[in-house]
């Protein structure tokens, strides 16, 4: 059965700083692209970033929201995802979901989410 | 950024009802196109992937179709466990993005 569960989610200050994990299982981690798709509270879906597959050279995107302030990695041999959010903002504020790509470049497997609050 | 837009926003419908939600993208996408379902507190689940292939488990009253610009997904007879938001995805390019989302509720 394939799990992701994310982790490190919680309250911060604005300017602050938090570091997300997803382990995964259940499947062949190191050979999908990853992303993080976050959701802000009753709205709709936002792509994050992704890190690609060894094979792909692990080249990393990030939407321009985060660029420069969010930093994703991978460590295929813990099967593992982190997002590391600096100066964080209140638009920050979500759900944010590891995601599994397939190979078709859709979004296959999806963990529960960790929610992040940035606020004062 | 590819702008991607559905339609309607929210939709009523009943039990064994035909429905379809179209989504359309601001320029040619080709077949990069990917349903959603999300019910409240869940994680979004894959439905159709490049715009016509159900995915393994889906119940095959979804269906996708579309090239180009514009897409539409159809639920044949809805079921109960139908009543959920739905979004449309471009992976076409970077960055991808999503539609606003197509709530169904139970009229």
């Known amino acids: 059965e394939v799990q992701l569960v994310e982790s490190g989610g919680g309250l911060v200050q604005p300017g602050g700083s938090l570091r997300l994990s997803c382990a995964a299982s259940?499947?062949?981690?190191?050979?999908?692209?990853m992303d993080w798709v976050r959701q802000a509270p009753g709205k709709g879906l936002e792509w994050v970033g992704r890190?690609?597959?060894?094979?792909?050279?692990?080249?990393?995107e990030y939407a321009a929201s985060v660029k420069g302030r969010f930093t994703i990695s991978r460590d295929d041999s813990r099967s593992s995802l982190y997002l590391q959010m600096n100066s964080l903002k209140t638009e920050d504020t979500a759900v944010y979901h590891c995601?599994?790509?397939?190979?078709?470049?859709?979004?296959?497997?999806w963990g529960q989410g960790t929610l992040v609050t940035v606020s004062s | 950024d590819i702008q991607m837009t559905q339609s309607p926003s929210s939709l009523s419908a009943s039990v064994g009802d035909r429905v379809t939600i179209t989504c359309r993208a601001s320029?040619?996408?080709?077949?990069?196109l990917n349903w959603y379902q999300q019910k409240p507190g869940k994680a979004p689940k894959l439905l159709i992937y490049?715009?016509?292939s159900l995915q393994t488990g889906v119940p095959s009253r979804f269906s996708g179709s579309g090239s180009g610009t514009d897409f539409t997904l159809t639920i044949s007879s809805l079921q109960p466990e139908d009543f959920a938001t739905y979004f449309c995805?471009?992976?076409?390019?970077?960055?991808?993005?999503f539609g606003q989302g197509t709530k169904l509720d139970i009229k």
């Open positions: 890190t690609r597959n060894k094979a792909n050279s692990y080249i990393i």
């Open positions: 995805q471009q992976s076409y390019t970077t960055p991808d993005t």
């Open positions: 320029q040619s996408i080709s077949t990069y």
């Open positions: 490049a715009a016509t």
């Open positions: 995601v599994a790509e397939g190979s078709g470049s859709f979004f296959e497997f």
């Open positions: 259940g499947f062949t981690f190191s050979d999908h692209y």
